[in-house]
């Protein structure tokens, strides 16, 4: 279950979730919760849709091949910034994992539908800035931020 | 309907086993990417629609016998796949269409064909 | 006077000759495009907001991803019954889920003839992300 971490009110703008290694049962469920919490905050449609993409792509990634990983979200009124970081085998060759098709995943993984080796690929897609960082046998970061126009609210 | 009308109806590129699309007649279509799935319900004949491109597509469409396997959304194949598909002699081909798209339009010309 | 006709998840349903599994109440939500997929990396890349989704996945992970796509509604294929966690799922997010027989060939031909589009119509190889 996602873990409650904040108080589930608009004038938070620090979120933090824990993300449990090899359990596909709630793999996608914080992805869903940031995606919630950023349309509550009145963000632009497609702001909200980029940042839970790549929400639910680092979270899968750490699902599928770390031992646990934590998501944190900061919105600012500039900006939706994402990062993850977890505990893991790393990524050996960072450019090689960002080409798309590019895959370690095992035949379970595959067989559940992931595993084609574009989530590196989409998370730099969607992003407007992409910093990614790994230590082999340490573990993976990564820093995701989205611009974030306000429409209309004053997110401070 | 063979393979090579399908290619030149759509604008496909065909990568390998050229020779065989002339002969090679489609009966049917399979649009799938999950390996065991497509071994367990396609069929002997069928063009198989995919953006799987790893090695084993060459195993799955010889061991099934389809007519040929064409590659979604602009997909290439990886390096050992397409040297596999002309090995093998396996009509490997390419689409920039996304599958819905390639599988309506091959679904209508088989259609328009009977 | 002609009007055009914009299909709706209930023409759909008779089209794929299916069945409602929760979301019986969005019947009448015009549908105009699709994506057929297994592998969900490619939903993420590729599919558009309110675009159907067709698979043979039927795990809860295709939930997740249909909301965080807001898509309209999964059509589940080759007579695969999803499970109940992923039901139960989709019915708290209301996403309507159809179950057709049909193999993806067959679901999407069919949509395709009566003027459903992919919400992707091209992917060019060029045109990968700098």
């Known amino acids: ?156 | 309907m063979n393979i090579a009308t399908i290619a030149k109806e759509l604008n496909l590129k065909v990568i390998s086993a050229s020779d065989r699309i002339e002969n090679n007649n489609v009966k049917g279509g399979y649009t799938g990417d999950l390996l065991s799935d497509v071994m367990a319900n396609s069929h002997e004949g069928d063009i198989w629609i995919t953006r799987q491109v790893h090695q084993n597509i060459v195993a799955i469409a010889t061991l099934k016998e389809h007519a040929a396997v064409v590659l979604v959304n602009s997909c290439e194949p990886a390096k050992d796949t397409l040297e596999k598909a002309i090995q093998e002699n396996v009509p490997l081909l390419i689409s920039d269409l996304s599958a819905f798209e390639l599988t309506g339009r091959i679904y209508n010309l088989l259609k328009t064909e009977k | ?130």
């Open chain 1, 1 to 156: 279950m996602i873990p409650a971490v904040n108080k589930p009110e608009n004038t938070l703008n620090n979120y933090s979730f824990d993300i449990e290694g090899g359990n596909f049962n709630t793999a996608g469920t914080v992805s869903m919760r940031i995606k919630a919490i950023l349309k509550e905050k009145g963000l632009p449609g497609d702001v909200v849709r980029k940042s839970a993409i790549v929400c639910y792509e680092a979270e899968i990634n750490i699902v599928s091949y770390a031992r646990k990983g934590i998501i944190n979200l900061t919105v600012t009124p500039e900006n939706v910034e994402i990062d993850v970081a977890d505990e893991g085998p790393g990524i050996p060759n960072i450019e090689q994992a960002m080409e798309p098709g590019y895959s370690t995943a095992s035949q379970q993984i595959r067989e559940m539908g992931f595993g084609a080796g574009m989530g590196l690929h989409n998370i730099n897609f969607y992003s407007d800035k992409f910093d990614i960082s790994s230590e082999v046998n340490k573990g993976t970061s990564l820093r995701m931020i989205i611009s974030a126009t306000p429409l209309t609210k004053d997110l401070e």
């Open chain 3, 1 to 130: 006077m002609c009007e055009e006709w914009i299909l709706k998840l209930r023409d759909v349903k008779e089209i794929l000759n299916a069945d409602v599994i929760g979301g019986e109440e969005k019947l009448d939500i015009e549908v105009t495009t699709a994506f057929g997929a297994d592998l969900m990396s490619d939903v993420l890349s590729f599919a558009k907001a309110g675009c159907l989704l067709l698979t043979g996945l039927t795990n809860t992970q295709v939930v997740r991803i249909a909301n965080v796509l807001d898509m309209a509604a999964i059509i589940l294929v080759r007579g695969k019954k999803p499970p109940a966690e992923t039901i139960s799922m989709a019915k708290s997010l209301q996403i309507p889920i159809l179950t057709t027989k049909y193999i993806l060939f067959e679901t999407a031909g069919r949509l395709y003839a009566k003027g459903i589009v992919g919400c992707v119509e091209k992917v060019d190889t060029g045109s990968e992300q700098t």
